[in-house]
């Protein structure tokens, strides 16, 4: 009797076993480039944090029924420092690597992609040598942030809807490759060029943000837009500096630091728009609240709008595509994927179509501690305001 109740024990012990062992979801490992020493070290700990918070995302909005594992490796900010990161995430069996920061390092990048046939999908740089790549045939390329054009058709949308006589823009010498690339689109605008400077890293020049604000304080107007392109904590220095020295007009920021709630109270200057691709309440999808609110909620700290949201929906995009098609470059080229800057769907050089229905940036203004949304039309709170 006893053998007979310890069986039944065992039997009901197993089933209960069983399911769960059959249940075991299958290990989907995507490598995510970032970096976390050197010069761009700031935007690496956002990347990081956003990416942690996609794993999380993805099994709460049940969009991938496998269990993610993200491996991280340094780009250490350099092209030859990505290209070993890169490598490394292949040897432990990543099935694709998202992210780094800088073109040079996503050059680096996608070169050891088409090299290790592995799916690459760029999730802040905006070289347009990544398309090129594409259609010369490293078809594991991908993108979902900005190209460059898009970056300019955004500048060159707000001069529009500002009614600007003339801009000035000032670039980040060591994001030159992309600032020319933004600033030739802006240029065939019609909107009138006043000038053009770049400042150096402090580690090059310490004095040359001051000086660059001051010259471009003397010649931008009251109905003028300053152009920085410049995402980084230097530009918070260069529009005090700016405001400082009587400089007029709007400050129009390509966003990182100058997209942050907490940095422009901080900085309490007004008349600064910026781009982003998204903002809290711009809500394209039910994943854009969720990324603020949990961003916030998890590292105590506002959500980066940009790089960190982009990489996040990097992982996202690989998850569902993964999910449709384990044959990646495939379901990337034909489906589209939902992230919290909206819908996604690649192009035939396998850019994501910025500037479609599902898919556009945003611009917000900064005014009396408040952001307004001046584009685009359907989520806009105000019209661009004027000192």
Not at 252 to 263: D, F, K, W
Not at 322 to 338: I, M
Request: proline share 3%; charged share 25%; net charge neutral.
């Amino acid at each position: 009797m006893r053998a007979k109740a310890l069986t039944l024990i065992m039997l009901i012990a197993l089933a209960t076993i069983l399911p769960g062992c059959a249940e075991k979801k299958e290990t989907l490992k995507i490598g995510v480039l970032i970096p976390e020493t050197g010069k761009f070290a700031t935007a690496g700990k956002a990347m990081k944090n956003a990416a942690l918070l996609a794993k999380e995302h993805a099994e709460k909005f049940k969009l991938s029924k496998y269990e993610i594992e993200l491996i991280f490796a340094d780009t250490k900010s350099s092209p030859e420092g990505a290209d070993s990161a890169f490598r490394q995430l292949v040897e432990k069996g990543v099935v694709a690597v998202v992210g780094a920061y800088s073109s040079s390092e996503a050059i680096a990048a996608a070169k050891v992609a088409g090299e290790t046939k592995t799916v690459y999908v760029a999730s802040v740089a905006s070289t347009e040598q990544l398309e090129k790549m594409v259609e010369e045939g490293n078809k594991y390329v991908f993108r979902n942030a900005y190209n460059t054009s898009y970056w300019g058709e955004l500048a060159s949308e707000f001069l529009k809807i500002s009614g600007a006589e003339g801009f000035y823009f000032v670039g980040f010498d060591p994001l030159k490759i992309f600032n020319l690339g933004m600033l030739k689109k802006i240029n065939a605008s019609g909107v009138e060029n006043k000038g053009v400077s770049f400042y150096k890293s402090p580690a090059v020049d310490p004095k040359d943000v001051v000086e660059k604000a001051r010259e471009a304080a003397k010649v931008v107007g009251e109905r003028d837009v300053l152009i920085l392109g410049d995402p980084g904590t230097l530009s918070v220095t260069f529009v005090k500096e700016y405001r400082n020295s009587g400089g007029k007009g709007i400050v129009y920021s390509v966003g990182g630091v100058l997209a942050l709630p907490q940095t422009l109270k901080q900085l309490d200057q007004n008349y600064i728009a910026f781009q982003a691709a998204a903002l809290e309440n711009t809500k394209k999808t039910e994943l854009t609240a969720a990324y603020f609110s949990s961003y916030k909620e998890k590292f105590g700290e506002e959500a980066n709008n940009y790089a960190a949201l982009l990489t996040y929906d990097a992982i996202l995009i690989v998850a569902q595509a993964y999910e449709k098609n384990k044959d990646l470059v495939k379901s990337l080229e034909e489906g589209e994927f939902k992230g919290a800057a909206g819908i996604y769907k690649f192009d035939d050089k396998h850019q994501a179509v910025w500037g479609s229905e599902k898919l556009k940036g945003i611009i917000g203004e900064y005014v009396n501690g408040k952001i307004e949304v001046v584009y685009p039309e359907e989520f806009k709170t105000s019209d661009v305001i004027w000192p």
